[in-house]
């Protein structure tokens, strides 16, 4: 802990001022600074990192209500610790700070990081080296090549449904399943997966299975008595993914 008592004096009046900015109503504002210049400060700062968070969240802001928003980034700039200096990783701090709520409504989490993920993915900095991946290879003997910007999210709360007129008082009886992902186009899209398609791409995900052994896992877990009819259906579903640019192909096998 620091003793501010034994800092320099202007570093006594930086750690003053910027308290005062982060919590106006609950830190005294310094006393070389008249109040009408501190004002000036305090709302242009609030107001940059307002707009950041709420043109992030817009539907978060909507379901829980002006007045509710506005006290909840107060919350967030007055007392969350930032692991990150970037302002342009202000949304995933307030994420985090959305874990440490108790009071909020349950779903709001989980909605917010729903919003999220179209900024992490659209701003995602990595790229597939094409040069290993074979577009025009047999998807049901390779290991898929997913493009790489992507994610694979399961939600307890119909995230893509919540409004502010239609807020889920429970979880789901089963979970909502989505592949995010960005296109050669540099477009985020939404997919909506049913279970059994979202396990096959978790078997998938970590490209260390060909789509048969994966198909072939996914029929022994769900104690299919003709594995066959597994593999016809999931490799139709990689197809349409293919198809769609959320597989590029198959990853090349290394020559001996």
Known sequence: MIDEAQLPAFQRYQLGFTRHIRDPKGQPRPAQLQARRMRVYTEIVFNNLFGAVSACFPVAQQTLGKRAWLKLVRGFFAHHQAGSPLFRQIPEE???????RADLPPYLTSLAHYEWIELAIASADTEVDT?????EGDLLTGVPAFVAAYAL??????????????????????????????????????????PVTARLLGLLQGGGSTSRQALLQLAEELAHPDPEVIVRFGIDILLDLKAQGAILGVHRQEKA
């Open 94 to 100: 307030f994420l985090r700070y959305l874990d440490t």
């Open 131 to 135: 040069t290993t991946v074979d577009a």
């Open 153 to 194: 999210l399961s939600y307890d709360y119909p995230v893509h449904r919540i409004s502010a007129h239609h807020k889920p008082k429970d979880p789901l009886p089963q979970a909502a399943h989505f592949l995010v992902f960005r296109d050669a186009g540099d477009e985020v899209r939404f997919i909506e997966l049913n």
